[in-house]
Nanobody, 125 residues
Framework: QVQLVESGGGLVQAGDSLRLSCVASGRTFSSSSAAMGWFRQAPGKEREFLAAITWSNGRTYYSDSVKGRFTISSDNAKNTVYLEMNSLKPEDTAVYYC????????????????WGQGTQVTVSR
């Protein structure tokens, strides 16, 4: 079992930056395709994939909606993944979730089996 704990959310103004963190615990990832991802869900909307990174070689993948503004990174020694968010907009307001997988899946935007509780990000005008 994997436990994920997100932190770093809060209330910011448009144009500000914020860094989210997600610490994974519970077991060691063994699959060469193990990855961590960030998703978000705004009120009344479906959950949206944002970014992902593989543990083995740090390969990243971004959705078009955040490419160039958000950066995902990892610290394998700390079992922690980060999401650096720049030039935040009011439409970035959502609950942000960290997710993990420890198996093969053909795409980095899917196949996640473990989820954190989420952290609220609110961007005011």
């Amino acid at each position: 079992q994997v436990q994920l704990v997100e932190s770093g959310g809060g209330l910011v103004q448009a144009g500000d930056s914020l860094r989210l963190s997600c610490v994974a615990s519970g077991r060691t990832f063994s699959s060469s395709s193990a990855a961590m991802g960030w998703f978000r869900q705004a009120p009344g909307k479906e959950r949206e994939f944002l970014a992902a990174i593989t543990w083995s070689n740090g390969r990243t993948y971004y959705s078009d909606s955040v490419k160039g503004r958000f950066t995902i990174s990892s610290d394998n020694a700390k079992n922690t993944v980060y999401l650096e968010m720049n030039s935040l907009k009011p439409e970035d307001t959502a609950v942000y979730y960290c997710a993990a997988r420890d198996r093969w899946y053909p795409f980095l935007y899917g196949g996640y089996d473990y989820w954190g509780q989420g952290t609220q990000v609110t961007v005011s005008r």
